[in-house]
């Protein structure tokens, strides 16, 4: 049976971005209000560029269901661009004064050529578009066993939220985060953020931030110590940092973890017996420093992911670069872009973790169908909680 995965194609301004997922059970509906709206949501957030007005993205799927739902064989979703010119060389003209910070420069020396447009076309962040595809259908998939994720935007320059996301309260900051116009649970924190996006527009710069998800109601058990390789705060890491312009991936309490003692960073554990049927088992914590994984395995708390991103590196005004070509110093060239881009950031962030918790999940429980997944969730949380058996030192051969 194939893993769980998935391949993008597409440039920025290509025909159509292309995704294809393999791995998916049979049996699962995709949901295309839920595609559509994360698609939506991706192409939203206070300081986008003009791009965002061209297009409407939605998907198209090309193979693998019948009747909205998948037949466990590959799955084929296209998102058509509007902006589709990429033959056109009037309309996408070679690129020879690099961006500092855009693959650029880099691209260009790797694939020799002094014309940056080879490169730019698909590094651009229009891909995830695609990306945010598949963690859709990841998330169509998540829902059908209890798993939901909760992204938004934590910081832009310097303002911050200090909102506590919890497992109380994450529907309702929900609500306040799709009033933001920064996706930013917070309205006071959302002006100032939208005041520093109207500053850097006026500066002709752009800004940055820090995103977050949460992901709720993991089964205790996915990913694995066993091979660094199937951690899941490794994968997520690793997700994360793939995607257009992260600087740094954190889990849980991340960084701040170094300047506190142990005693201050461990989750301590407890026992309610009034949560042992429900996906904890009954292992509460007060804290989620760890942010839900602990040895790389989920441990029934969230898990909770932070990304922060770099400024977008096309500012208006240009940044000090230099002619591939002449060799000559000359302000890097401008190409249509985004003030700030953290918003769709966010939900970015939110799809590829998602998606991970979902590859992790079928690699638990490996499965033809949704059926024995949901089963195979089931039963194996049963067992978990007959354990110990008794007499307590019984195991089974
Ligand atoms: C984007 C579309 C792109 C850029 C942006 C993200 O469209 P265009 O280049 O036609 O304006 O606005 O890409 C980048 C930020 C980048 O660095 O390349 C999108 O749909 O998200």
Request: glycine share 10%; with cysteine; charged share 25%.
């Given at each position: 049976?194939?893993?769980?995965?998935?391949?993008?194609?597409?440039?920025?301004?290509?025909?159509?971005?292309?995704?294809?997922?393999?791995?998916?059970?049979?049996?699962?509906?995709?949901?295309?209000?839920?595609?559509?709206?994360?698609?939506?949501?991706?192409?939203?957030?206070?300081?986008?560029?003009?791009?965002?007005?061209?297009?409407?993205?939605?998907?198209?799927?090309?193979?693998?269901?019948?009747?909205?739902?998948?037949?466990?064989?590959?799955?084929?979703?296209?998102?058509?661009?509007?902006?589709?010119?990429?033959?056109?060389?009037?309309?996408?003209?070679?690129?020879?004064?690099?961006?500092?910070?855009?693959?650029?420069?880099?691209?260009?020396?790797?694939?020799?050529?002094?014309?940056?447009?080879?490169?730019?076309?698909?590094?651009?962040?229009?891909?995830?578009?695609?990306?945010?595809?598949?963690?859709?259908?990841?998330?169509?998939?998540?829902?059908?066993?209890?798993?939901?994720?909760?992204?938004?935007?934590?910081?832009?320059?310097?303002?911050?939220?200090?909102?506590?996301?919890?497992?109380?309260?994450?529907?309702?900051?929900?609500?306040?985060?799709?009033?933001?116009?920064?996706?930013?649970?917070?309205?006071?924190?959302?002006?100032?953020?939208?005041?520093?996006?109207?500053?850097?527009?006026?500066?002709?710069?752009?800004?940055?931030?820090?995103?977050?998800?949460?992901?709720?109601g993991?089964?205790?058990?996915?990913?694995?110590?066993?091979?660094?390789?199937?951690?899941?705060?490794?994968?997520?890491?690793?997700?994360?940092?793939?995607?257009?312009?992260?600087?740094?991936?954190?889990?849980?309490?991340?960084?701040?973890?170094?300047?506190?003692?142990?005693?201050?960073?461990?989750?301590?554990?407890?026992?309610?017996?009034?949560r042992r049927g429900d996906h904890t088992l009954g292992?509460?914590?007060?804290?989620?420093?760890?942010?839900?994984?602990?040895?790389?395995?989920?441990?029934?708390?969230?898990?909770?992911?932070?990304?922060?991103?770099?400024?977008?590196?096309?500012?208006?005004?240009?940044?000090?670069?230099?002619?591939?070509?002449?060799?000559?110093?000359?302000?890097?060239?401008?190409?249509?872009?985004?003030?700030?881009?953290?918003?769709?950031?966010?939900?970015?962030?939110?799809?590829?973790?998602?998606?991970?918790?979902?590859?992790?999940?079928?690699?638990?429980?490996?499965?033809?169908?949704?059926?024995?997944?949901?089963?195979?969730?089931?039963?194996?949380?049963?067992?978990?909680?007959?354990?110990?058996?008794?007499?307590?030192?019984?195991?089974?051969?």
């Amino acid at each position: 049976m194939p893993i769980l995965d998935y391949q993008t194609a597409g440039e920025s301004h290509g025909a159509a971005l292309i995704t294809i997922l393999t791995g998916l059970p049979r049996g699962l509906t995709l949901d295309l209000d839920l595609i559509n709206g994360e698609l939506l949501r991706r192409q939203g957030g206070y300081g986008r560029g003009g791009r965002q007005r061209i297009e409407r993205d939605v998907v198209e799927f090309l193979a693998g269901t019948r009747q909205g739902k998948t037949i466990a064989s590959p799955l084929c979703m296209r998102v058509v661009n509007k902006d589709s010119r990429m033959d056109d060389g009037a309309r996408t003209p070679p690129v020879y004064r690099p961006r500092p910070g855009h693959a650029d420069l880099a691209g260009s020396i790797k694939w020799l050529t002094t014309d940056c447009r080879e490169t730019l076309e698909r590094a651009s962040a229009r891909e995830t578009a695609a990306r945010v595809a598949a963690g859709a259908v990841a998330k169509c998939l998540l829902r059908e066993v209890g798993i939901e994720v909760f992204g938004f935007v934590r910081q832009i320059l310097d303002a911050g939220t200090e909102v506590e996301v919890t497992e109380e309260n994450w529907r309702s900051l929900r609500e306040r985060r799709d009033a933001s116009e920064t996706y930013c649970p917070d309205e006071r924190v959302t002006e100032r953020q939208c005041a520093i996006i109207r500053q850097a527009k006026i500066d002709k710069d752009t800004i940055g931030g820090i995103v977050e998800a949460h992901i709720f109601g993991c089964p205790p058990g996915l990913g694995s110590c066993m091979d660094w390789r199937t951690r899941l705060d490794a994968r997520l890491a690793y997700a994360v940092m793939g995607v257009q312009a992260m600087k740094a991936v954190e889990i849980g309490l991340g960084r701040a973890c170094a300047s506190r003692p142990g005693s201050a960073v461990h989750d301590p554990i407890r026992f309610d017996p009034a949560r042992r049927g429900d996906h904890t088992l009954g292992f509460t914590r007060d804290t989620n420093n760890a942010g839900g994984t602990e040895g790389g395995i989920t441990n029934g708390q969230p898990v909770v992911v932070k990304a922060t991103m770099k400024p977008i590196s096309t500012l208006l005004r240009g940044l000090p670069s230099v002619d591939l070509n002449t060799k000559q110093p000359e302000m890097s060239q401008y190409e249509r872009s985004d003030i700030c881009a953290v918003s769709a950031a966010s939900v970015v962030v939110e799809c590829v973790a998602a998606f991970e918790v979902a590859r992790a999940l079928t690699e638990k429980f490996p499965s033809d169908s949704m059926i024995e997944l949901k089963r195979g969730i089931e039963s194996y949380l049963e067992y978990a909680r007959s354990l110990p058996l008794d007499p307590p030192t019984m195991t089974i051969a």
